[in-house]
């Protein structure tokens, strides 16, 4: 065997180490890029990108970047309060139903609570209302459609005022 190999026993531990933290908006690109805007002719800039309340956080799995969501103060007309809208939530491909969307979530979930948001919504793709109802977001309203991208409903959850 290679002594080398094995100077450091931890280094495989070292590479499934999950942290979430927040990001510079660029760092969200190649991810948003690949999964929500795989094959269109669309920007991997969102509107609110850049405002001053907007963050964006994001899950690494040792070094490497692997889910993704920004968060930016945005009012739904159905809802009062001060509210965030969840945008650009994604998960690289070959690390989806890992449990690490659910996790990042709720960390977003917990950073929303400090800054006193009293409720959080989205713009959901069709095929992710399942995975955001499992964090207990609900359904508001009719599906509509973004061009190029497909059906949407918006979904939200209430916040706990802290
Ligand atoms: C939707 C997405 C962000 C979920 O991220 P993820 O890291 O795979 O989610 P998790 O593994 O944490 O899933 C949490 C739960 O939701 C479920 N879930 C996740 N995605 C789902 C989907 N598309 N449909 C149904 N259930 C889903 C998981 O099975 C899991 O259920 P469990 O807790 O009972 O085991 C990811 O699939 C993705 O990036 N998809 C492509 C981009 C996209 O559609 N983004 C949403 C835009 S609105």
């Not at 509107?47 to 799995?61: A, V």
């Not at 809208?85 to 979930?109: C, D, H, I, N, P």
Request: with cysteine; proline share 2%; glycine share 6%.
């Amino acid at each position: 065997m290679n002594a080398f190999l094995n100077l450091n026993p931890n280094n495989e531990q070292a590479n499934d180490m999950i942290e979430i933290r927040l990001i510079k908006v660029e760092e969200t690109y190649s991810i948003r890029k690949e999964e929500l805007r795989k094959n269109m002719d669309l920007s991997t800039q969102f509107e609110g990108d850049f405002d001053e309340e907007t963050f964006h956080l994001g899950l690494f799995k040792g070094n490497e970047l692997v889910s993704i969501a920004s968060f930016t103060s945005s009012n739904y007309k159905e809802f009062e309060g001060k509210q965030f809208q969840l945008r650009g939530m994604a998960t690289k491909e070959e690390y989806q139903g890992q449990g690490l969307g659910r996790k990042l979530v709720g960390r977003a979930l917990k950073i929303l609570i400090d800054k006193k948001s009293n409720l959080v919504w989205c713009h959901s793709r069709i095929t992710a209302v399942d995975f955001y109802s499992k964090m207990d977001f609900k359904i508001i309203g009719e599906v509509f459609e973004i061009p190029i991208i497909g059906k949407h409903i918006v979904m939200y959850k209430d916040l706990p005022i802290k």
